[in-house]
């Protein structure tokens, strides 16, 4: 049974066909959002790509809370309801799901060499894992092992405040802030966050300036305010895992996902990663049973999809 699979973020979508839970790998198609009206216009065209194939379910993810069958993009102005998927793709068996909810159905379905070690630690067999994403948002979802099945909770943990602990942590935490003062994780921890960390830097060094993440990351060894900014962005990730860990209590594992999650792997040992994620006083201790790594299968959401159509035939 052919089934249709999408991954909706503030960018691009990314569409296939699956077949139970696997993937047919040579289906895989990335859209710009920005050429589309909605989701319904990627969908004509891919399916129109693809030959109009005859399809069994549909499942959709999407950057977004999702209630009572619709959802609305986080950083994109898209609406998305089962029931319009249901018209283009011809089947009324269809289910929207947050994309880290999708993550999180995905794991079990995860090659070895999908994942980099980022802290070495124990991973028990059945336990709550953790999913945390850090790409055009931040957001992160529990995952929890029940006798049916996966059971992925849902949140919008980008959204909540910024953590403050000390003068610079104050005075980036008042630079972020917008209009109505307040200034959420996901203003530091995403994309545009590193370009913001970034005018931060510039602005304290005198130098006000401003760029995005690619140039930061490309920048490190010639620029000292976009490696200011990205051990920055690296430590307080440190800090927001943490907290997020010592909330659930993954002792099954946490997975970092997404491009920026990915762009910065690499640096969050030497820039301090460990010492932040660790460093919660008599907690600290505590912290070493949580075992950290970052997904680095892009399609991994759509995986999730598929895997969670096959799992509710």
Known sequence: MTSLVADIGGTNTRVALAEGPGLMPDTVRRYRNADHADLTDVLTDYLREAGSPEIAGACAALAGP???GRGRLTNLDWTIEEAAIARVSGTPRVKLLNDLAAQGHALDQLAPEALVPVLDGPAQPGATRLVIGIGTGFNAAAVHAL???LMVGEAEAGQVSLPVADAEALSLAQFLAGADGFAAVEEALSGRGLGRLYD??????????ATDAR???????T???ALRAAETFVRLL??????LALQHLPYGGIYLIGGMARA??????????AGTFRRKGRFSALMAEFRVSTVIDDFAALTGCASFLARTE
């Not at 931060?200 to 300036?209: C, E, H, L, Q, T």
């Not at 910065?264 to 990663?273: C, I, R």
């Open 215 to 221: 140039a930061v990351m490309a920048a490190l060894d």
């Open 147 to 149: 006798p049916g099945g």
């Open 223 to 225: 620029d000292p305010e």
């Open 200 to 209: 931060w830097a510039s602005a304290g060094a005198g130098r006000p300036g």
């Open 264 to 273: 910065v792997t690499p640096h969050a040992g030497p820039m301090g990663f």
């Open 66 to 68: 999702v209630r009572h």
């Open 238 to 243: 440190g800090t927001v895992a943490g907290d």
